[in-house]
């Protein structure tokens, strides 16, 4: 289940049943006021509920009251090791400080911050991390490295409880997938607070992102984490920010601009698949809708299992269809059919919503489809159809739930997410 408690970040809320929250780092010398700036503001356009930034320096602490000033969404100061920073990054505003309570200075020096941060009603985040447990720790880090995380954060807890302070959150971060989901399975059960969700290190955007889907996916599915951050090995921090918002979104839990669905190819394919859902993928940027486009690499399964989509294509060698919720909607050339797509796609918001349908060209990409269709193909769709239908016990695959109406308003809003405690929210 989400956290029982919430805090609020800037305006954010975090745990309690919210909404996961995204979260990314800027990567560029914090004190370096423009690079700053511009990544933030690229973060918060791909979507960064919050940002957090290295405050190693004293400039950068200096620089925070202009960043905190300017930033279009709440900023979280990263101190390690200077209480007096933390001290610093909390007078200058900072929406939330992140620190480690075990390399800080002492208890004396975490008692100090959190006074102040109780002063301010700024709330902090604690963070563990597997490579840096406190020394009491570092044995049973060996033989029980899950245990050892999960002793490090209830202590922590326990402090920051015996301050009387409970406006904080907490992460525990491991650059092991498996001890990520084990450390905060058991945390959740054993604390109210809200956590952070990561995978400390994770790598290169290639295997970072698998290795974050994997192990924040897993914890999320089973409704734990309440804010979460990619850590990818790249200067882009937007990527995270990408990555996060389609995890979350294949979890349903969050919507943030349309959904590219698209076959895998196989041996039917005729056409330069590849190249085309790319620059599908690409144009699709810049609208933020929740549309979900389909690509098919051929019509021999006809559109069937794109008849959810609000519009998709479908291609041959020489000649493609068009196609919206089920129905065909016109054929055009191969060549032009990523361009007559998006053309479709703006009617549809030129008319609010409307499917715009042209009868004879819908017509005439009809027998287009009876030609190219062939419902005795055994296709990868069909096989898998069948599984699932074997799977289940059943003779014959279930009906395919009837398409939404043209225009029916957002069919993800009235979902609940299936995702214990939460709402489902559209960024
Ligand atoms: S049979 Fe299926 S996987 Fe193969 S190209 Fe056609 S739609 Fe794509």
Redesign the pocket.
């Known amino acids: 289940m989400a956290s029982q408690r919430q805090i609020k970040v800037g305006g954010v809320e975090i745990g309690g049943g919210a909404p996961v929250a995204v979260q990314t780092m800027t990567k560029t010398e914090t004190a370096e006021m423009g690079a700053t700036m511009d990544q933030i503001r690229r973060v918060a356009e791909a979507g960064a509920d919050l940002v957090r930034v290295a405050v190693p320096r004293e400039k950068d602490a200096e620089a925070l009251k202009t960043i905190v000033r300017e930033s279009p969404i709440p900023v979280i100061a990263d101190i390690h090791f200077n209480y007096t920073l933390a001290l610093k990054a909390l007078d200058a505003g900072a929406h939330c400080v992140r620190l480690n309570p075990g390399n800080i200075g002492g208890p004396d020096k975490v008692g100090a911050v959190v006074k102040r941060a109780q002063e301010l009603g700024t709330p902090l985040r604690i963070g563990v991390n597997s490579g840096s447990l406190p020394a009491h720790l570092r044995e049973l880090e060996f033989t029980n490295p899950v245990e050892a995380l999960v002793a490090a954060a209830l202590g922590f807890v326990e402090l920051m409880e015996s301050l009387q302070f409970t406006n904080f959150k907490v992460s525990m971060k491991s650059t092991s997938v498996p001890n990520t989901i084990a450390s905060n399975r058991m945390l959740a059960e054993k604390i109210p607070y809200p956590l952070h969700l990561g995978i400390t290190e994770a790598g290169t955007k290639w295997s970072g992102s698998l290795k974050s889907a994997v192990g924040l996916g897993t914890l999320l599915a089973d409704g734990i984490g309440d804010t979460i951050r990619i850590s990818l090995s790249t200067f882009h921090a937007e990527e995270e920010v990408k990555v996060a918002w389609e995890i979350l979104k294949a979890l349903k839990l969050r919507e943030r601009g349309p959904v590219l669905i698209a076959?895998?190819?196989?041996?039917?394919?005729q056409f330069d698949?590849d190249t085309v859902v790319a620059e599908i993928e690409q144009r699709l940027e810049a609208y933020e809708d929740p549309i979900e486009v389909s690509v098919?690499?051929?019509?021999?399964?006809g559109i069937g299992?794109a008849r959810h989509a609000d519009f998709g294509i479908?291609g041959a060698k020489d000649m493609g269809m068009i196609y919206s919720r089920g129905e065909p909607l016109k054929k055009v050339p191969t060549e032009r059919l990523v361009d007559e797509l998006f053309a479709e796609i703006d009617r549809y918001y030129a008319a609010g919503k409307r499917v715009v349908r042209d009868e004879a060209d819908a017509a005439a990409a009809r027998a287009w489809l009876a030609e190219n269709e062939d419902a005795t193909?055994m296709?990868?769709?069909r096989l898998a159809a069948l599984e699932a239908a074997a799977a289940d016990g059943e003779e014959e695959s279930p009906e395919p739930a009837a398409p939404a109406a043209a225009g029916a308003p957002g069919r993800l809003d009235e979902q609940a997410s299936p995702v214990a405690g939460r709402r489902f929210t559209r960024a």
């Not at 076959?263 to 394919?269: D, E, F, I």
């Open positions: 076959c895998p190819t196989c041996g039917r394919l698949m098919l690499g051929c019509a021999v399964n299992e479908t193909a296709t990868p769709e």
